[in-house]
């Protein structure tokens, strides 16, 4: 089997697609399929050290340049493929479908519309609010956008029951959505990572720093807990925005922004973590709170989404309602003090992530391509 795989991140970014996509690529190349990536990337030149070929894509190009570039790459490294595999730049992919033809799976881990919306200040609704509710054409425009290219795909792929759900909602075939969780592997680390001398707790979040991850509640918080300081690792647009707030509360010193690092440094500054907290306004299946959980970190995460599916709260972490600073403050709280209600969080978790297993997750997928590729 050829499989082309289309991606809109991939390492040195970091991020849920920039860790599984690499992930589940070498698992299908090792099993005997023939891989290529499209991705786009800020670095053409980055030295890829794999066992499939990536082909990459100037992110910064002008965007219509860009977009045009996407497409004629797609079409000119799939005419050899068996089947599309798209993780992200689903428009692009989905008009180069229209002159290849070929099997397309989609993996659906978020709602494109909402999300652009969100990001935009054009509403403030959440998720589920966002499905059943009319807005302006604009927004409407991305609905139809969305589902349209969510439709062309052959079968899709979601992380969570949650997920699956919302999809539903689009008016897409529930026989045509896989609920395929994603799995846990062996974690590896950048020892070199130095951290100034801290006599208190250390807490981290990892993640795209864009407005639904709500990290300026977290940064609020920390300033009212004199004994804890925060790790940020990733960038994106809020950065300058958190940047400003934290030295408007005067926190500077207790804040550490790392910036975009590789993978094994964003996990080696988690593991040397006393707590991981995830404060988004929607998640479907963040991969990085099973990271957490793998490693015997205690985490704290908002009641949205498939993030109810990974905390049981009270037993492998503590859940909060999103946007409730109030209810933050305590939770973080609770943990500083109870040392004991820590290490059954831990112990419970470590459990619970063994059921996310890699080899099941592959052979999941794969199910999914000769289902599609065997589909009349």
Known sequence: MKVLIITGVFPPDIGGPASYVPKISEEIAKRGQRVTIITLSDVPSYNDNYNFDVVRIPRKSFKPIRFLKTILAIVRHCIRADL???NGLALEATIANYFLRKPLVQKVVGDFAWERASNKGWM?????EFQRKRYSLKIEALKKLRSFWVRK???IIVPSLYMRKI???WGIDESKITVINNSLDELSYDNSIELPEFNGFTMITIGRLIS?????TLIRAIAELPNCRLIIVGDGPEEQNLKNITRELGINSRVIFTGRVPRKKALSYLKSADLFIQTSIHETFPHVILEAMQIGVPVIATKVGGITEIVDDAVTGLLVEPNNNEQLKEALELLIKGEELRNKLVNNA???VKKFSL?????EILKVFEKTLNSP
Request: hydrophobic share 40%; charged share 45%.
């Open 167 to 169: 999809v539903k909602e």
């Open 212 to 216: 639904l991850k709500k990290i300026d």
């Open 359 to 363: 080899n099941i997750m592959i052979e």
């Open 124 to 128: 403030d609704d959440n998720l589920e």
């Open 84 to 86: 599309l595999f798209v």
């Open 153 to 155: 795909s052959n079968l």
């Open 350 to 352: 470590k459990e619970k």
